[in-house]
């Protein structure tokens, strides 16, 4: 990423919320190792063998659950407001990047109105548009739409003062 020389107006990384820290995730697979563990033991004794091998598939299917959803969280999306350009840097969770730079001056912010779980944050340029922050909360969304059309403001009234 290029080094900014100016007046940065807005400068934020988005990432998902957190479903679980790591130690959280490890005893709460303690918990379910132990508890699949004891009910297979139960079910062994009673004479049902088949049985033991699902609380096994069980607690993988936890496992892998969890790890698909860490791997998800490694998403993120890096916004920065300049009086020249809006910056938008987007790394997927499977690691690719894309990066995108726009004239503040003539960028937009749009959030559909009123809001739903699909009213997209969008950043628009001539035809243009990216969706941002998809992992963002309904009052997180609005939040950040009023934050960055107020630094896009602040951006333009450098460029042109009254």
């Not at 049902?48 to 598939?57: E, S």
């Not at 004239?103 to 628009?124: N, Q, Y």
């Not at 998809?134 to 739409?145: A, G, H, I, Q, Y």
Request: net charge positive; charged share 20%; with cysteine.
């Amino acid at each position: 990423m290029k080094e900014i020389d100016e007046v940065i107006y807005f400068d934020a990384v988005l990432t998902p919320n957190r479903s679980l820290s790591p130690r959280g995730f490890a005893v709460l697979m303690t918990v379910v190792g132990v508890a699949s563990f004891a009910c297979g033991v139960a079910f062994l004794s009673m004479g049902a063998f088949p049985v033991v091998g699902f609380f096994g598939l069980d607690a993988l299917a936890v496992y892998i659950a969890f790890r698909a959803s860490f791997r998800q969280q490694r998403e993120q999306t890096r916004v920065i407001v300049t009086a020249k350009t809006m910056q938008l840097r987007h790394r997927a969770a499977d690691g690719s990047e894309k990066s995108v730079d726009l004239p503040s001056a003539f960028t937009r912010v749009e959030l559909d109105e009123p809001l739903s779980p699909t009213s997209w944050l969008r950043i628009e340029h001539g035809r243009t548009a990216y969706v941002i922050g998809r992992f963002l909360t309904c009052p997180e969304r609005k939040s950040l739409s009023i934050a960055i059309r107020t630094a896009l403001q602040e951006a333009r009234a450098e460029r042109h003062p009254a």
